[in-house]
T-cell receptor, first 112, second 115 residues
Framework: NAGVTQTPKFQVLKTGQSMTLQCAQD?????MSWYRQDPGMGLRLIHY???????DQGEVPNGYNVSRSTTEDFPLRLLSAAPSQTSVYFC???????????FGNGTRLTVT | AQSVTQLDSQVPVFEEAPVELRCNYS??????LFWYVQYPNQGLQLLLK??????LVKGINGFEAEFNKSQTSFHLRKPSVHISDTAEYFC?????????????FGQGTRLTINP
């Protein structure tokens, strides 16, 4: 019963490096999203997708790219990491409508 | 845009004492409200949700919340807490954007249970 799987769990990057945070769900959910969690700020939406081939920006999209080539996967790309992107990143998915979000266990990213 | 305010960033209580975590939201239209719990080094789990109907909502682990439209509040309560309730709690309101649901989260309340 995997649910939402995020990899890696931890990552350290140097400023300017690029990387991709992986997110996969096995519940056939149409909706997927990425949030970042920072102390005292709750979770803020980065990007979201309502289905394969469809993505859109959330509240804090700058510095991040996403794509949704399959229903299952929703990777988040950092093209040139900055210290301000040090955070914990959560992927979440749900069915459309009133279904609650299911969260992954997060990726803790540090940019030095 | 909707917003959520959690009035306490930290709440320390003794074991077996009652607790209330406060949440206010900004929207004046019909809302869907959620409480999530985050245990250390884990993702968020849904505690309970209010979509419609009875204003008193019961969730998992003995928690309940009351939707109060006139006060735009959705406070979370538990009559007797346990050490295992130590966690961070997030209140959230659902916003619809072009048919997609977006959750707007509060800043979180860290609940610490002391023996």
């Amino acid at each position: 019963n995997a649910g939402v799987t995020q990899t890696p769990k931890f990552q350290v990057l140097k400023t300017g490096q690029s990387m991709t945070l992986q997110c996969a769900q096995d519940m056939n959910h149409e909706y997927m999203s990425w949030y970042r969690q920072d102390p005292g700020m709750g979770l803020r939406l980065i990007h979201y997708s309502v289905g394969a081939g469809i993505t859109d920006q959330g509240e804090v999209p700058n510095g991040y790219n996403v794509s949704r080539s399959t229903t299952e996967d929703f990777p988040l790309r950092l093209l040139s990491a900055a210290p301000s992107q040090t955070s914990v990143y959560f992927c979440a998915s749900s069915r459309q409508g009133n279904s609650p979000l299911h969260f992954g266990n997060g990726t803790r990213l540090t940019v030095t | 845009a909707q917003s959520v305010t959690q009035l306490d960033s930290q709440v320390p209580v003794f074991e077996e004492a009652p607790v209330e975590l406060r949440c206010n939201y900004s929207s004046s239209v019909s809302v869907y409200l959620f409480w999530y719990v985050q245990y250390p080094n884990q993702g968020l789990q849904l505690l309970l949700k209010y979509l419609s109907g009875s204003t008193l909502v019961k969730g998992i682990n003995g928690f309940e919340a009351e939707f109060n439209k006139s006060q735009t509040s959705f406070h979370l309560r538990k009559p007797s807490v346990h050490i295992s309730d130590t966690a961070e709690y997030f209140c959230a309101v659902r916003e619809m954007i072009q048919g997609a649901q977006k959750l707007v989260f509060g800043q979180g309340t860290r609940l610490t249970i002391n023996p």
